[in-house]
């Protein structure tokens, strides 16, 4: 078969200009049509155009299945090396990865070859290479099974929390159990901000291998006294650990809004009285002994021991107007105004929560 072979200028020439010229074409009867009728079409220029047309629609579905599948700038797991202290921060790095990249790796086989793909170093590359063939094996016997099988006799493929739990039993230390249970007994809020002990919480939490009421009965074992009476008033008792992360963060917020309101006055002490005595030289503290006067009161017939009478300042204090509860209503209502509607909700929630 003979290729003929056209020079770039040709190429670039317009269709119409490749065509045979009229001495060239061999001779065709002259074909008589009306005015209105239109030309015969060529089939070679219909057939190009819509392959052209489908060449064109499948780059189109190409490019758009490319961007949806685009991947998150999220940065990769580092590879595993088998060592237990860092099987922890692999899978946090594995999981952080695939919730960044759900559309990538939507389903359990996609997520436990991705996985399996950043274990190539050390002790974790032998565990990688019989699981990769223990996998392959199940997907070849699942594909082979036929349609009709019964659901008790189907191949079980390895899900991915099963991945994950072999994972943990491979390569995480025996004890961390015992010893992430023994931290998290210890764990208190006392003065932290309740999202910094629900951080510690949750990391504990992870390790532990505690049931959801285990995990609650721990988390609110920690809470600070005041904290947790303001989430236990409430009716409605939360079902799970992360719906008690939610009241909790709602009331310490109330809290801390009700000590803003209300803290300042009460906190504020009264200045320790100090009872100052007459300072005398020597010479007055002889005539005082000669006449029987007080060094407290210079008054005669007792001595500074058994003085009844008061200091200045605690006379003052008694004085003093105290306020009456409607003075106490408008001050806390004209602070209340000052918060949002959001926060005076909270505010009345922890009032009626807390008794107050």
């Known amino acids: 078969m003979e290729i003929q072979t056209c020079s770039s200028e040709t190429l670039n020439q317009p269709s119409f200009m490749n065509r045979p010229s009229e001495t060239d074409r061999p001779e065709t009867p002259i074909i008589t049509t009306s005015p209105s009728s239109s030309p015969p079409s060529d089939p070679m220029t219909t057939q190009q155009t819509s392959a052209s047309l489908q060449d064109l629609i499948s780059a189109l579905r190409t490019l758009t299945n490319g961007e949806k599948k685009k991947e998150n700038k999220v940065a990769v797991p580092n590879h595993y090396d088998g060592s237990p202290a860092k099987a922890s921060t692999f899978l946090t790095e594995v999981d952080l990865y695939l919730m960044a990249n759900e559309t990538l790796y939507p389903n359990d086989k996609d997520k436990i070859l991705f996985t399996l793909s950043y274990m190539k170093e050390g002790q974790a590359a032998n565990w990688m290479k019989a699981k990769t063939d223990e996998y392959k094996k199940e997907l070849r016997e699942k ?191 004209a602070i209340y105004r000052d918060f949002s509607e959001e926060e005076q909700t909270q505010i009345l929630d922890l009032m009626e929560g807390g008794g107050f």
């Open 143 to 333: 594909e082979a099974e036929p349609s009709d099988t019964k659901p008790e006799d189907q191949t079980h493929v390895t899900t991915w929390e099963e991945f994950l739990t072999d994972f943990k039993k491979a390569f995480r230390p025996l004890d961390i159990g015992t010893d992430t249970r023994l931290k998290m007994k210890l764990l208190k809020q006392n003065k932290k901000h309740v999202d910094e002990y629900i951080t510690e919480f949750r990391l504990l939490a992870a390790d532990t291998e505690y049931e959801n009421r285990a995990l609650i009965d721990h988390f609110l074992a920690g809470l600070h006294p005041a904290l947790l009476k303001s989430c236990l008033m409430q009716p409605d008792q939360p079902d799970t650990i992360d719906k008690w992360y939610n009241r909790a963060r709602k009331y310490n917020n109330a809290w801390l809004t009700m000590i803003a309101i209300t803290g300042g006055e009460r906190s504020k002490k009264p200045p320790k009285t100090e009872t100052k005595v007459n300072r005398i030289s020597d010479e007055e503290a002889q005539e005082y002994r000669r006449k029987g006067l007080c060094y407290k009161c210079s008054k005669p017939g007792h001595i500074a021991k058994n003085c009844q009478e008061k200091p200045r300042n605690e006379q003052k204090k008694e004085n003093l107007k105290k306020s009456t509860p409607e003075d106490v209503y408008h001050k806390i209502r």
